[in-house]
């Protein structure tokens, strides 16, 4: 039970964490009418990391529950295993968007669902990283 209840913060952090994901990537999207290419995945690694930055605070603090008291060692790990999630994300949101989107769908429309699609993967190796190995008990 206590790992659903976990589960369940975690993905109420992932949706604020994909809002300010969502949020950049579209920021910069519109700045620059780039939807996709090697820019896109440049956008959405930058738009990825500024959401993992918090993510590493709400879960330490509410999801796993390990204070509020900022750790160089366990940063390091939450950080690399990001870095796997960053790799991860990226390569599945660069991999979608440059496939023909199917039923016409805008390019604006295609690139924000490669991203929910990689934002998924994403949740699901990001959750079972962060409990066995940044918060364990």
């Known amino acids: 039970m206590k790992m659903v209840k976990q589960f ?3 993905v ?7 809002i300010i994901d969502f949020g950049l990537l579209n920021i910069l999207m519109f700045m620059t009418k780039i939807y996709s290419g090697p820019f896109y ?6 738009s990825f990391m500024i959401a993992n930055l918090n993510s590493y605070f709400l879960n330490k603090s509410w999801t796993f529950q390990k204070g509020k008291n900022f ?9 690399s295993f990001s870095l796997i999630g960053l790799f991860l994300n990226v390569l599945t949101a660069y ?3 440059n496939i023909q989107p199917p039923f ?3 390019p604006l429309v295609w690139a924000n ?3 929910f699609g990689a934002t998924i993967i994403t949740t699901f190796f990001n959750f079972f990283s962060y409990r066995y190995f940044v918060f364990k008990s």
């Open 113 to 115: 669902f490669s991203a």
């Open 95 to 97: 991999f979608l968007v």
């Open 8 to 10: 369940l913060k975690f």
């Open 104 to 106: 016409n769908l805008s």
């Open 12 to 18: 109420v952090v992932g949706f604020i964490n994909t």
């Open 71 to 79: 750790r160089f060692s366990e940063f390091s790990k939450f950080f």
């Open 41 to 46: 995945a440049f956008f959405k690694g930058i």
